[in-house]
């Protein structure tokens, strides 16, 4: 069974930090390129930033360049989304996904959002981790 847990999410106040963290099973975590994308309630989902399967190539939107950094470990089945600077409008659900062509879909769309982040058939989908951000 294929798995995708987020983790990591919580409450925080403006300025503050938090590490996601994104698990994955039940297929080749180190063939996939991971990205992270987040949804609050009554908004477009948002993609956020994606990392290549190896070689540690990032892209992240305009959403949260400078501000968020993913990362990976192939050892451990797991990503990593660093956030740092958070806002009250970064709170969302976020969730992981792999995909074999998701550094195409990120270089396609730097405001990646709305029909294209949200039509587009991920190869795996997670569950998503709750992030909330205090003003």
Not at 46 to 64: H, K, M, P, Q
Not at 95 to 106: E, N, P, V
Request: a neutral charge; one cysteine or more; proline letters at 4%.
């Amino acid at each position: 069974e294929v798995q995708l847990v987020a983790s990591g999410g919580g409450l925080v106040q403006a300025g503050g930090s938090l590490r996601l963290s994104c698990a994955a099973s039940g297929f080749t975590f180190a063939d996939y390129p991971i990205g992270w994308f987040r949804q609050a309630p009554g908004k477009e989902r948002e993609g956020l930033a994606c990392i290549s399967s190896r070689d540690n190539v990032t892209i992240y939107t305009e959403f949260v360049k400078g501000r968020f950094t993913i990362s990976r470990d192939n050892a451990k089945n797991t990503v990593y989304l660093q956030m740092d600077g958070l806002r009250p409008e970064d709170t969302a659900v976020y969730h992981c996904a792999a995909d074999l062509h998701l550094l195409s879909l990120f270089k396609l769309y730097p405001r990646l959002q709305g029909a294209p982040a949200e039509k587009y058939e991920y190869d795996y989908w997670g569950q998503g981790t709750q992030v909330t951000v205090s003003s």
